[in-house]
């Protein structure tokens, strides 16, 4: 029989992957809502990352409140303008914790419906779109708290609502900004249709590879 | 830790997990007009039911009228009467059931699938402001890392607000 000491640490395990689960999926209600700060508040506060499909990587708690704030939110304060919408799914998640329990990654999917511009983040004509890709991402575990090391949502497709994946892959994505400029270029942009797949940070279940 | 701390902590966990179940066996009995099910996942106890623009039931006998009567399209008065009423009329709401299901299916214990009219809610809708309004629905959870519960961001404007 297991013994107290035992029983704890399976509990804590347990614990932790629930509460990252958590934070994954506030992570997106946030991201929806164009609570920007909020999000940002998610992340570490030593050394954290963001990159998402082809903008570069943004790096430091400083890089990822440009990325979020300036960037996605065109400035602090800024409300979005009427129809724009995010409806981004967080699914599929798979975490592992790492040896020693204070870091841990996890992959999920994200898809989703949007409404808005595609020819710049914010000016132009609202377009409806299907958008799909995979995060690979780091938590660590900081003054108790699970928090955002590096996240990493590697664009999979994002097209018209008219056209669709086989006719018209992606929309929108005009790599990294020039006025709020990434802190390094993007490491695995390679969207539909070209069979690349984000490596898996997962164990196999049975073989353990 | 003592043994009590940790059988708390077994039964917090293992309680999140049946309430994350309940909702998606909610989700799949409603799914397929199982309403008698859905009904039988509330609690006697039920303080409100509301979707979409339909209004608020309160209590157990709300969420019977949401379900059974709303959804399933059970009369309030016995299915023998519904059956009744829409054979005297062409009735818009039975064409609109042959056209979702294909098939009307009436029994002692299978409600009529379809959508008929709502029955009176007790009180009206809370709030339904749909997309395009930009309305956002408040989060029930605090910040995780703050821990500051906030009124999320929304450029939605009550009309009656000045």
């Known amino acids: 029989m297991a013994t107290l000491e035992e029983l704890q640490a399976r509990i804590q395990r347990l614990d932790d992957i629930k509460q990252i689960e958590q934070l994954q999926k506030i992570y997106g209600y946030y991201m929806d809502y164009g609570e920007w700060q909020k999000v940002v508040d998610l992340f570490a506060d030593n050394g954290p990352s963001v990159e998402e499909a082809d903008r570069g990587v943004y790096k430091g708690k400083e890089g990822v409140r440009r990325y979020y704030v300036d960037l996605l939110g065109g400035g602090p304060g800024k409300v979005p303008r009427p129809g724009w919408l995010s409806i981004m799914f967080q699914l599929q998640g798979v975490i592992s914790l790492d040896v020693g329990a204070a870091t841990a990654r996890g992959r999920w999917y994200g898809m989703g419906m949007e409404a808005k511009p595609t020819a710049s983040l914010h000016e132009g004509e609202l377009r409806q779109t299907w958008i799909n890709g995979v995060y690979e991402n780091e938590y660590v575990k900081e003054d108790g708290k699970w928090k955002i090391k590096t996240l990493h949502f590697n664009l999979t497709f994002r097209t018209p609502f008219e056209d669709g994946w086989l006719k018209v892959p992606v929309v929108g994505q005009t790599g990294p900004d020039s006025k709020i400029p990434p802190d390094g ?24 590879k | ?13 293992e309680d999140i997990r049946e309430i994350e179940d309940l909702e998606r066996k909610y989700g799949y009995y409603f799914d397929t007009r199982r309403v008698r099910d859905v009904l039988d996942l509330f609690s006697e106890n039920t303080e409100s039911v509301e979707i979409e623009s339909h209004g608020q039931y309160f209590g157990k006998d709300g969420v019977r009228r949401m379900y059974m009567v709303g959804v399933g399209g059970e009369a309030e008065t016995g299915l023998k009467d519904v059956v009744a009423r829409r054979e005297k009329s062409s009735g818009a709401a039975f064409d609109v059931i042959t056209q979702l299901q294909g098939v009307v299916t009436i029994g002692a214990d299978q409600p009529i699938v379809g959508f008929l009219s709502m029955p009176n809610p007790d009180n009206p809708p809370t709030a339904f402001h749909p997309y395009p309004s930009g309305y956002h629905f408040p989060y029930s959870f605090p910040h995780p890392v703050s821990g500051e519960v906030e009124v999320p961001v929304s450029r939605y404007v009550h009309p009656m607000a000045t």
Do not use: Q
């Open chain 2, 1 to 13: 830790m003592t043994l009590e701390l940790l059988e708390a902590e077994v039964t917090r966990l």
């Open chain 1, 185 to 208: 270029p993007p490491t695995a942009y390679s969207p539909y249709p070209s069979g690349f797949h984000l490596p898996v940070s997962f164990k196999h279940p049975i073989t353990g």
